[in-house]
């Protein structure tokens, strides 16, 4: 069956123009690999400024493509996974876009991948359904208003599946191809451009290889310059540094910015640890007013509309309470969140469930009356040091327990083949469970990683001690099938947390 699905999918036209890709840039990819791990390890040691060389580029006066009409109200975006009910529910749930990930809320064993290139093909095309337990055949409305987008995964992943000389071909490059050779086409006809969410892009000569990658593609399909448009997700301290010149290399291309707070602070993490070095506090300490996730915030609505694009605000992850007569501080909080985004000047919000989509759109009806906020230019002067600047507080032993409960929860269903799961009343993505790990291996290298309380260090033994006792009540571990998923969970979680360099997943 995933023969017939790939054979269906990456036709042999569709693996010609992959090979084509690979060998125009193969060299320069792999010169961006070594660059990548350069510019870490300065930035790991101190050295956290703007590039010297990109001065003329933030001082210039230039600004990207002008957005077309069809892509000018954007207000509020769904972002989800890519199986045929995630597709539906999204297209169906009055967002003004539905961005299919197929890094943060898909698996990433081949067959998921695929699964997903194909139903993103009848999404494309409107033709998709499936049968709901309750509700019978559920199908995309015909006449849905929300476009479709995609986020493609991360350049410097492989897919396997297809090889060129041997090695595997780089799994956004795949992406890129199979979707838009596949349906690129139809979607300029129904919603006027195609539109990308690009996540791990840490640098202005990433972006430019994503952008001559999109040139060809559009090339090779006869497409106007433009037709193409991505949205860089803002998810790594290097790319914030580089934000204005990552709109520069993608200014035929660009639609603008958004950020994904939790992977921006599991980065901080990867990039500023040590023995000596201070740790981040409770993950529930880490909001967006957090003093370098605010300060991001704001950075990034001064560059976009400065260059005339978007500025979208952050994934929302908490859940409305099943019970209505309730509502819970998080999803005040978070509503909170949303407004605050309007009245600073973003142009749209993203929101991770469907529930979201009306509360959300209230918020920024509020304070936006037109369909963008561009014209409003910020002028706050934001410094790099600023966008490093960790939050203060306390390390609990609640939210150790809820980090716990969201790592064994996010393993467990990877075994299943689910890209994210529920806990806690939060939606956790792939940057979620990585944040988790991350918290934990920071912890226990730290002589700072200590529970406010009691002083007791996070320590490996407490982890184990603690995962047990989490485990025991979140599963039931008498079942011999879940007891083999469970300890290999927590076996995996404690080797991320003791490994000796930063977690990676």
């Not at 067959?111 to 337990?133: E, M, Q, V, Y």
């Not at 640098?203 to 559009?218: D, K, N, P, S, T």
């Not at 660009?254 to 901080?268: T, V």
């Not at 599963?475 to 947390?497: C, G, H, S, W």
Request: hydrophobic share 45%.
């Amino acid at each position: 069956m995933k023969d017939l699905v790939k054979d269906r999918l990456v036709t042999p036209a569709v693996q010609a123009f992959i090979g084509e890709l690979v060998r125009s840039f193969a060299a320069r990819h792999r010169d961006l690999l070594s660059q990548r791990v350069l510019r870490r390890s300065a930035l790991g040691a101190g050295d956290v400024n703007l590039l010297l060389e990109t001065a003329s580029i933030r001082r210039g006066d230039w600004r990207v493509d002008p957005l077309p009409e069809t892509m000018l109200e954007r207000r509020v975006e769904l972002i989800g996974g890519a199986n045929r009910s995630e597709l539906i529910n999204g297209l169906n749930a009055g967002a003004k876009s539905y961005i299919a990930d197929l890094w943060n809320f898909t698996p990433q064993d081949t067959w998921s991948i695929l699964r997903a290139h194909k139903s993103l093909h009848g999404a494309a095309h409107l033709n998709l359904a499936f049968l709901d337990d309750r509700e019978g055949r559920v199908r995309v409305n015909p006449s849905t208003s929300t476009r479709l987008m995609m986020a493609p995964r991360p350049l410097f992943i492989y897919e396997a599946s297809v090889q060129v000389n041997g090695d595997p071909v780089p799994a956004g490059l795949f992406d890129l191809a199979t979707a838009l050779l596949g349906h690129g086409r139809i979607l300029v006809e129904r919603q006027g451009g195609i539109c990308l969410y690009l996540r791990d892009v840490q640098g202005h000569l990433e972006a430019r290889l994503w952008a001559r990658l999109i040139e060809q593609v559009e090339e090779h399909l006869e497409l106007d310059r433009g037709a193409v448009r991505c949205t860089v997700m803002i998810d790594s301290i290097p790319g914030a540094l580089e934000a204005e010149e990552i709109l520069f290399e993608l200014q035929h291309h660009s639609a603008g910015l958004s950020l994904d707070p939790q992977g921006y602070a599991a980065d901080h993490i990867a990039l500023f640890h040590g023995p000596e070095v201070a740790v981040l506090p409770d993950r529930e300490t880490i909001g967006l007013n957090a003093p370098f996730l605010r300060a991001l915030s704001l950075n990034m609505i001064g560059i976009c509309h400065r260059r005339g694009c978007h500025a979208m605000g952050a994934p929302s992850f908490v859940l409305p309470s099943l019970d209505l007569s309730k509502t819970k501080a998080e999803y005040l909080e978070m509503l909170a969140d949303k407004e605050r985004e309007a009245v600073d000047g973003h142009d749209g919000t993203l929101v991770v469930h469907e529930d979201m989509v009306n509360a959300s759109m209230v918020e920024f009806n509020k304070s936006m009356p037109r369909s963008h906020q561009m014209g409003y230019l910020r002028n706050d002067e934001i410094t790099p040091v600023q966008l490093i600047q960790r939050p203060e507080g306390a390390i609990s032993v609640e939210s150790l327990k809820s980090i716990l409960r969201t790592a064994l929860r996010s393993l467990m269903q990877r075994e299943q083949g689910k890209g994210w799961v529920i806990q806690g009343g939060r939606v956790h993505d792939r940057s979620s469970l990585l944040l988790a790990v991350r918290l934990l291996w920071q912890w226990n290298h730290s002589k700072h990683g200590n529970i406010t309380a009691t002083n007791l260090p996070v320590t490996v033994d407490l982890i184990k001690f603690m995962l047990k006792k989490e485990a025991d009540k979140m599963f039931d571990v008498n079942d011999p099938t879940i007891r083999k998923q469970v300890d290999r969970a927590m076996a995996y979680i404690v080797e991320l947390a003791a490994s000796e360099g930063v977690p990676m997943l």
